[in-house]
């Protein structure tokens, strides 16, 4: 389900604003891994996820034509020559690290935020030894990446179930978001950022609600004798809106808030073929 939103001007990278997603979201979340695409990554994201203690796990659609990294100089003929795009700079590194810690521990604490502080590094990245640094580190952690990605079935259907169900996630906002065709209007800040915390606070009520009525009807199959192993459960996903009437207005009345032992009874179907 959505746990943060933030408004963006379109024309930035996506991986700019990742690391704010995971660290001010501001809710109980233990995030461990994160699934991104191809714009949600840069090597720099790379680095400052290793540090904050994130598994950085992009789907990167140009990976045949990323080079790896290597700690010593290789010859040109070897055999994974080709694959091979230069030498780290742990010089670099090495004297930059206090600087990226202290990056790294103004970032962890909100003293700056992380999308400002990639977005200046990003900026003239060739004058700055900390920006140079970063891709150093990067470019490590992207090659172990990359090694893994290569050698882990088990983690490339991980990758691509977690940014499935963000697709998913985004298809039922597309559906929500009807009114103007789906078109954010309002030209202040304030204004964007309210009508994009209430279409998080519909997908979220939409999810609450089929979560609750999918555990009940799993129990009420339970019952009639239906073998329902564990494991399966993880499959089901509570994104889907068909039952639901989307049209019409949404008002917030908390006066008439009801909880979960006051609930509709299931739309039970005989089988007839039974």
Request: hydrophobic share 40%; charged share 25%; aromatic share 10%.
């Amino acid at each position: 389900m959505p746990f943060h939103v933030k408004v963006i001007n379109a024309t930035v990278r996506d991986a700019t604003y990742v690391l704010d997603g995971l660290l001010y979201h501001e809710s109980d979340l233990q995030i461990q891994e994160h699934y991104t695409d191809t714009s949600g990554y840069t090597e720099q994201v790379f680095a400052m996820c290793h540090l904050l203690g994130f598994k950085f796990a992009p789907r990167m659609r140009d990976l045949p034509d990323k080079k790896l990294y290597t700690f010593e100089s290789t010859s040109s003929d070897e055999v994974l020559s080709p694959l091979l795009g230069g030498k780290i700079n742990v010089k670099l590194i090495s004297e930059s690290w206090d600087e990226i810690l202290r990056l790294a521990s103004s970032i962890r604490t909100g003293t700056v935020t992380a999308s400002l502080m990639l977005r200046k590094l990003a900026s003239y990245p060739r004058q700055n030894r900390l920006a140079l640094a970063l891709r150093e580190l990067g470019r490590i952690e992207r090659t172990l990446f990359t090694l893994e990605w290569l050698q882990s079935p088990e983690l490339r259907r991980r990758a691509t179930a977690g940014l499935n169900k963000g697709e998913a996630k985004h298809t039922l906002k597309r559906a929500v978001f009807f009114n103007r065709l789906g078109e954010v209007r309002d030209r202040s800040y304030e204004d964007q950022f309210y009508r994009a915390s209430g279409l998080n606070l519909v997908v979220a009520a939409i999810v609450l609600w089929n979560t609750v009525y999918l555990e009940k009807a799993v129990d009420y199959l339970k019952q009639q004798g239906v073998d329902i192993p564990e494991e399966y459960l993880q499959h089901l996903s509570p994104l889907g809106w068909e039952h639901i009437n989307l049209t019409g207005d949404y008002v917030w009345n908390l006066k008439q808030a009801s909880g979960f032992d006051n609930l509709r009874p299931l739309r039970v179907k005989e089988n007839r073929y039974r």
